[in-house]
């Protein structure tokens, strides 16, 4: 029984820190694309790093497109937030009782 609680605490301990760290990963990769864009545009135009909504995304996302077609930076952040929000649900689940 305690060695189930154990592993319980444990596996869920895991992916806590995972959704940390792409969450942690998904910032820093944010900051690159405001950095990379912020420094083609004039100052009048350049995206703050506070106060992210989906609308500054989507800007942000055409702004980096059309300044670096070839960056991956994009997918990376994309894949970055789709997996963490995946462990997140994984969490929920391991964390529910089983009757």
Same mark, same amino acid.
């Given at each position: 029984?305690? @060695?189930?609680? %154990?592993?319980?605490?444990?596996?869920?301990?895991? &992916? =806590?820190?995972?959704?940390?760290? *792409?969450?942690?990963?998904?910032?820093?990769?944010?900051?690159?694309?405001?950095?990379?864009?912020?420094?083609?545009?004039?100052?009048?135009?350049?995206? @703050?790093?506070? %106060?992210?909504?989906?609308?500054?995304?989507?800007? &942000? =996302?055409?702004?980096?497109?059309? *300044?670096?077609?070839?960056?991956?930076?994009?997918?990376?952040?994309?894949?970055?937030?789709?997996?963490?929000?995946?462990?997140?649900?994984?969490?929920?689940?391991?964390?529910?009782?089983?009757?």
């Amino acid at each position: 029984m305690i @060695s189930n609680l %154990f592993m319980f605490i444990s596996s869920e301990l895991i &992916l =806590f820190i995972t959704a940390l760290a *792409l969450g942690g990963l998904a910032t820093f990769v944010n900051s690159r694309m405001v950095i990379d864009v912020n420094r083609k545009l004039p100052e009048s135009e350049q995206f @703050s790093h506070f %106060f992210w909504y989906p609308k500054k995304h989507r800007k &942000l =996302f055409s702004e980096h497109c059309r *300044l670096y077609p070839r960056s991956h930076l994009r997918l990376i952040w994309i894949s970055a937030i789709v997996a963490m929000f995946s462990v997140g649900i994984a969490i929920a689940v391991v964390s529910s009782p089983l009757d």
